[in-house]
């Protein structure tokens, strides 16, 4: 199984990206998907998730500004973020569970490589 992350960039504070991750060596799509993000010289947090039904998580910190989805026939999660800040400065991981949708990074089985977004003020 391979997740390969694109879509990151340089983008102003306020403006807008949109984040794929396409998920190979899996016929089925029964695994929950998840965004997870790190920034130099911090932990790698919880940003979103979504099971295989369309159910939805965020973390406090881009609730109302990042959506989470996924196309089932593609296998492909996306993370449209909008209203960047400089905090959100970070690579962003995809990463899939057999368990389904989750916020616990130790309960993912597979992760991509990440993408780097870097949001200047």
């Known amino acids: 199984v391979q997740l390969q992350a694109f879509g990151g960039g340089l983008v102003q504070a306020g403006g807008s990206l949109r984040l794929s991750c396409v998920v190979s060596?899996?016929?089925?799509?029964?695994?929950?998907m998840g965004w997870f993000r790190q920034s130099p010289g911090k932990e790698r947090e919880f940003v979103s998730t979504i099971s295989r039904s369309g159910i939805t998580y965020y973390a406090d910190s881009v609730k109302g500004r990042f959506a989470i989805s996924r196309d089932n026939a593609k296998n492909t999660v996306y993370l449209q973020m909008n209203s960047l800040k400089p905090e959100d400065t970070a690579v962003y991981y995809c990463?899939?569970?057999?368990?389904?949708?989750?916020?616990?990074?130790?309960?993912?089985?597979?992760w991509g490589q990440g993408t780097l977004v870097t949001v200047s003020s």
């Open positions: 060596g899996r016929t089925d799509s029964t695994y929950g």
């Open positions: 990463a899939i569970s057999n368990d389904g949708a989750s916020r616990r990074d130790y309960e993912y089985d597979y």
